[in-house]
């Protein structure tokens, strides 16, 4: 059975720290989906990136990295130099094959000026 | 610009009496999800459309209904709605199921009195 872990409930940094959300997953299954979403306080669910369990390459995009580690099950999200708009809930999020998506339980970012 | 619309935005229901929200997309996607989001909760998965074929989970309750009279438009009806059922209800589509991002909307936040 698939399964996200996101140990991290809440974090609270100040602007311009750098802060790395945790994600680990579970699955039987050697193809699957990794999916990070955001949640503003607005409350649409926002997708920054999908992840295949093929392609172990990092990413990097702007202030954002994703790391995955097969090796750990890991797919952990980096923000560089946090600012207040970054404030927000992050679900990390995967899919086995055709099965349906599975989040983790968030992270709440507060940023503070 | 908006891709995935879901309107009310807030509705208000009364305990025991049918409510509808609506979803419309411009994107043209084969799927259309709808979840439910209590607080501090990840997303729930409802049922989806593919196509026209729908496909209910298998703890949604029986009160939870949906219809899809074309590709734009999916609605979601709940027929008796308890106090439990005040939610964020979310709407998604994607171009098929399994590994492919999905796009939400806004969300309707439904408060039963």
């Known amino acids: 059975a698939q399964k996200v872990t996101q140990a991290q409930t809440e974090i609270s940094v100040v602007e311009k720290e750098d802060v790395t959300l945790d994600c680990v997953y579970e699955?039987?299954?050697?193809?699957?989906?990794l999916f990070w979403y955001k949640q503003p306080p607005s409350g649409e669910l926002v997708f920054l990136i999908r992840?295949?369990?093929?392609?172990?390459q990092n990413e990097i995009s702007g202030r954002y990295s994703w790391n995955f580690q097969k090796s750990t099950s890991s797919f952990n999200f980096t923000i560089t130099a946090s600012q207040v708009v970054d404030s927000a809930v992050y679900f990390c999020?995967?899919?086995?094959?055709?099965?349906?998506?599975?989040f983790g339980t968030g992270t709440r970012l507060l940023v503070s000026p | 610009d908006a891709m995935v619309i879901q309107n009310p935005r807030y509705q208000v229901t009364q305990f025991g009496k049918p409510v509808t929200l609506s979803c419309s997309q411009t994107?043209?996607?084969?799927?259309m999800y709808w979840y439910q989001q209590k607080s501090s909760q990840a997303p729930k998965l409802l049922f989806h459309?593919?196509?026209?074929?729908?496909?209910n989970e298998a703890d949604t309750p029986d009160n939870f209904q949906s219809r899809r009279p074309n590709t734009s438009f999916c609605f979601l009806d709940i027929r008796s709605p308890g106090l439990g059922d005040a939610a964020m209800y979310l709407c998604?589509?994607?171009?098929?199921?399994?590994?492919?991002?999905?796009?939400f909307g806004p969300g309707t936040r439904l408060t039963v009195t």
């Open positions: 998604a589509t994607s171009t098929a199921t399994g590994g492919y991002e999905q796009y």
């Open positions: 699955t039987r299954d050697t193809t699957y989906y």
């Open positions: 992840r295949n369990s093929f392609d172990e």
């Open positions: 999020a995967l899919t086995e094959g055709d099965r349906k998506l599975v």
């Open positions: 994107l043209n996607h084969n799927v």
């Open positions: 459309y593919y196509d026209k074929d729908f496909n």
